[in-house]
């Protein structure tokens, strides 16, 4: 397969991230999920199917994975997966992360050949990078909304995650580019990409 010489590593994944890792599952990489012992976000999503009560959208989005569980605060047992990963994918946030010694400028010495791709609703930089958001938000944020509804009554949200699919195809995309860069110069990268956009 195209990619199968590739590990990424999904920390603490939600939809978009999940989403981007299993476009570089479907190329053939590795994907290894770091997940909470309750599980990623994804894995308690609606709908669930109703025999064994799994989400549908872990099902779709973490096929061909492996996870292991792993606590944020074990920051050498998550260094030590790094090392044998190509990308990580995170949508923590980096002010996060770096409570627990893993955000980009903490790690980037010790991995140098990583690319660090974030994912997250307004970037890990300027005035919004602190704020929540939803699906609609992003929607309505990134000039989404204008294409629906009317503006006489109250927002019409798209059916179906679609800033989540979206952010992460772009996440995908920019890391994908970001490695063919790292395998050229053996330089790796911090990949910034916001739902919004």
Same mark, same amino acid.
């Given at each position: 397969?195209? !990619?199968?010489?590739?590990?990424?590593?999904?920390?603490?994944?939600?939809?978009?991230?999940? &989403?981007?890792?299993?476009?570089?599952?479907?190329?053939?990489?590795?994907?290894?999920?770091?997940?909470?012992?309750?599980?990623?976000?994804?894995?308690?999503?609606?709908?669930?199917?109703?025999?064994?009560?799994?989400?549908?959208? =872990?099902? &779709?989005?973490? /096929?061909?994975?492996?996870?292991?569980?792993?606590?944020?605060?074990?920051?050498?047992?998550?260094?030590?997966? !790094?090392?044998?990963?190509?990308?990580?994918?995170?949508?923590?946030?980096?002010?996060?992360?770096?409570?627990?010694?893993?955000? &980009?400028?903490?790690?980037?010495?010790?991995?140098?050949? !990583?690319?660090?791709?974030?994912?997250?609703?307004?970037?890990?930089?300027?005035?919004?990078?602190?704020?929540?958001?939803?699906?609609?938000?992003?929607?309505?944020?990134?000039?989404?909304? &204008?294409?629906?509804?009317?503006?006489?009554?109250?927002?019409?949200?798209?059916?179906?995650?679609?800033?989540?699919?979206?952010?992460?195809?772009?996440?995908?995309?920019?890391?994908?580019?970001? =490695?063919?860069?790292? /395998?050229?110069?053996?330089?790796?990268? =911090?990949?910034?990409?916001?739902?919004?956009?």
């Amino acid at each position: 397969m195209l !990619l199968e010489d590739i590990t990424v590593v999904d920390l603490y994944p939600n939809l978009a991230s999940s &989403y981007a890792s299993r476009l570089f599952s479907d190329l053939g990489a590795t994907v290894i999920m770091l997940e909470p012992a309750s599980g990623s976000d994804v894995r308690h999503m609606e709908p669930k199917f109703d025999a064994d009560d799994e989400s549908v959208y =872990h099902s &779709y989005l973490n /096929q061909n994975k492996q996870s292991i569980v792993v606590d944020l605060a074990d920051t050498e047992t998550i260094i030590d997966i !790094l090392q044998t990963a190509d990308i990580l994918i995170e949508p923590l946030g980096q002010k996060k992360l770096a409570e627990y010694g893993l955000a &980009y400028e903490q790690i980037k010495d010790t991995l140098p050949s !990583l690319v660090y791709a974030s994912q997250s609703p307004y970037g890990n930089s300027g005035p919004n990078q602190d704020r929540v958001s939803s699906e609609i938000v992003d929607y309505a944020t990134g000039g989404f909304l &204008y294409y629906g509804g009317d503006p006489d009554r109250e927002p019409l949200a798209v059916h179906g995650y679609q800033s989540s699919w979206h952010g992460g195809m772009h996440v995908a995309t920019a890391a994908l580019f970001a =490695h063919i860069y790292s /395998q050229r110069t053996g330089i790796g990268q =911090h990949v910034d990409v916001s739902n919004q956009e």
